[in-house]
């Protein structure tokens, strides 16, 4: 943690302990760029389609808000809706974010970005869809970045949407 | 700004101005409270189709992601966004925040929530959607909190969703 007391550390430290202050700006900047980083790394490994490692980004309680199907709650769950996500025909993925803003006290976070997922329809062909999320991101003990919630939609009509496997 | 090291607030009021610390836990649940109390109010404001009322819970800068079409993104888009709902026939809405989490900072926060969403279909019967939404809530200057960003999906498999009315 990092006092923006410059003046001050030397007797703040020497008259006794103290809660964090708020970080300086560079260092709200530097948590900004750390989730970035994450969030596009991230993308990388959804799309050569690792389950775990996919799933290492999520905090344990994390919450999941898909579409088209109910949320899902805690690790488990988001493991086995990335599972069905992955083993559907054709599916590839890529996400990318737009805005990414971080709390002053550097312990909390969001993403907002695009995606764009693409599967195989029963004819066999590519079906496209785009859209739009939401991350909320959580500094964890060893000063790395994970999701603990997520929401996205589609910019399409509903028919081009939530292909029916993970309708079930 | 409520500071934590109690023992020290005279002190280094005494000595120079510093940035603000983080909130003891107890501001923290307040601030929390602040925020559910703000959508549950957002929620019954929303079903008495006041449009600036709704409307004024945003910040300047809003971005709204609404499911099966584009992002609204500033205040205007989600004014003609809300009105365009509110002008759905049947509509009604509902919706409650189930967890709050606020940054030790206390100026960002979010709520994740249910809602559910009636409309009256084309044959004149009622369509309820059921779904679940995440808000990005933040601190202005005057202490209130306003939402800087918000993305819903239904629980429902596609059909049942999106009225056509907003899919233009």
Known sequence: MIYRCFGLVGIVFALGSCGPTTQPRTVQSA?????????????????KKDLEAIVAYYTDDVVVLPPNIPAAIGKQAARELNRAMIAMPGYTVTWHPERIEVARSGDLGYARGIYELTTRGSDGVPVVDKGKYIEIWKKQQDGTWKVALEALNSDLPPRATAPASLNR
Do not use: K
């Open 31 to 47: 948590d900004e760029a750390a989730i970035r980083a994450a969030d596009v790394t991230w993308s990388e490994i959804a799309a």
